[in-house]
């Protein structure tokens, strides 16, 4: 494609060849006010680029519509141990995509692979409706558990395409489309068998890769990694329809390139590389948020969130034991926890434009310790109480599972900010240079840890009382809430050299 517009490297006459290529208002600020409008485009280009975390999100919870159907089938019944590999091949296949998403993000660029990624998700659906012997789901679900280690590059293309005044709510859209993910698979597979279900996701996927060749390249790999100014310039006069902004955006990514170019060049021999590298990986900016997130993404997966999704037909089975509620069905309860999810993973985006992931992941977990408590404590009251007392609570509240209410409270707490926000975090504590590969990582350690909880929790599930289980989430909510308030800092409103210098510091 041709250019009007020829930009060179930056050098001392840089500034005004580049005045002449790209036309600028008068008296352009340097950090102009930028609005809605100015953002039309990259709300739309966010949501095409998390398109593909509804398969990460049904992926999840199709165990839970997968597994009890499973048992009581004739031609693929399996028992608790299958059951439990079928959940957690989706967590230990993850890492292996995340471990490589970094290199292939870098090498062909954060569209391209975003679109790529779409085809083993539809080969993986595909697989599960012809599927007639077990493998064949097994295979299905490494498949889209290595496949969702990728997806890690649509967090990074947004974090690139976004304004800093919009990123914070624009990356909280991950979560909005993985709970969207959710809630579509819940809802499907309450109506209509598991193959059927997963024709329905296949045709998703398949509308998502058509919509994505309309995505623009993020600048930053084109300037970054392939040292393209004129293609840089282009991508962000697409995403920017103001020039003002687009030449304020244009220059604090120069600044990003020129710091770059100062730590590799005359790098030339492979000892004076491979200490550049460690360099880079022993900065405060990379090692500090890096060990960070690693606890984050343990605080997640001890407080429980992602095992209620796996396991929520289980989980809402053994309240139902312990109660005299028998008006909900399994099923029903799934599409409600995914309706709240969905709805509070919106709420999240909204308010993220005007309140700091500090401040939300600090509600988010005093919310979840406070319902994990008050679920466990009414088990406690209703279990121990002496019969008459307890046949006048039945009697009061015979339709009403309160301890299923409690749960859909903790959920919305915990989609609010824990289930969600460590992710999107990844696009905004990491510098622009590591954020491929140590993102990646960090990705593989996330799943890694999950695939433990996912395969230890049945066993847990049968070895305790629910409300013990509950209390133990109460507690471990609130040290992750002590860590957050002493170590993460706030995002809001920083741009990345900002918060570069922040760890720096």
Not at 18 to 39: A, G, R
Request: proline share 3%; glycine share 4%.
């Amino acid at each position: 494609m041709g250019t009007d517009f020829d930009i060179q490297p930056p050098n001392e006459d840089f500034h005004s060849e580049m005045d002449e290529s790209l036309p600028i208002e008068p008296d352009v600020e340097d950090n102009p006010v930028v609005t809605v409008k100015d953002c039309i485009k990259q709300i739309v280009i966010s949501c095409v680029a998390f398109s593909i975390v509804i398969q990460v999100g049904a992926n999840m919870s199709f165990s839970a519509i997968l597994v009890p159907q499973l048992s009581e089938d004739d031609d693929l019944h399996i028992n608790k141990s299958e059951a439990s590999w079928i959940a957690s091949l989706i967590a230990i296949a993850l890492p292996l995509g995340s471990l490589t998403v970094g290199i292939l993000m870098d090498t062909i660029g954060r569209k391209l692979l975003t679109i790529l990624i779409t085809i083993p998700y539809i080969i993986s659906w595909i697989l599960q409706i012809f599927a007639t012997e077990l493998w064949h789901i097994y295979l299905a679900r490494i498949i889209a558990g290595y496949t969702g280690g990728l997806t890690t590059v649509a967090i990074v293309y947004v974090s690139e395409v976004s304004h800093p005044s919009f990123r914070q709510a624009l990356l909280s859209l991950n979560s909005v489309f993985v709970s969207l993910g959710v809630l579509v698979c819940y809802f499907f597979g309450t109506m209509i068998k598991w193959k059927l279900t997963a024709v329905v996701m296949c045709f998703i996927a398949i509308v998502t890769i058509i919509t994505m060749f309309f995505m623009p390249e993020s600048p930053y790999w084109y300037l970054i990694f392939k040292n393209d100014y004129n293609r840089a310039l282009r991508s962000f006069r697409w995403i920017y329809k103001s020039n003002s902004i687009c030449h304020s955006q244009y220059q604090h990514l120069l600044s990003i390139k020129a710091k770059k170019m100062n730590v590799t060049t005359a790098k030339t021999t492979i000892s004076e590389y491979i200490r550049s590298i460690i360099q880079i990986y022993t900065e405060k900016s990379v090692y500090k948020p890096t060990f960070i997130l690693m606890l984050l993404f343990i605080a997640q997966q001890i407080t429980g969130g992602y095992v209620i999704i796996f396991y929520a037909t289980d989980i809402f089975r053994k309240l139902n034991r312990q109660h005299s509620n028998k008006e909900m069905s399994d099923f029903a309860s799934l599409v409600m926890l995914g309706i709240i999810r969905f709805l509070t993973s919106v709420v999240s985006a909204l308010i993220s434009k005007n309140f700091g992931r500090r401040t939300i992941m600090i509600l988010s977990g005093v919310g979840m310790a406070i319902f994990s408590f008050f679920a466990a404590a009414y088990i406690s009251f209703t279990l121990f109480q002496d019969e008459k007392t307890s046949d006048a609570l039945i009697k009061n509240y015979e339709t009403i599972n309160i301890a299923f209410i409690f749960m859909l409270g903790y959920v919305a707490f915990g989609s609010l900010g824990f289930l969600v926000i460590p992710w999107a975090l990844i696009g905004e504590l990491l510098p622009v240079k590591v954020r491929g590969v140590v993102g990646g990582c960090l990705i593989s350690f996330a799943y890694l840890v999950m695939f433990l909880f996912l395969k230890l929790f049945p066993s847990i599930l049968d070895s305790f009382e629910m409300q013990s289980i509950l209390y133990a989430l109460s507690v471990l909510n609130l040290f992750s809430v002590m860590f957050v308030y002493y170590y993460l800092p706030e995002t809001l409103g920083r741009n990345f050299s900002e918060i570069e210098e922040y760890f720096e510091k």
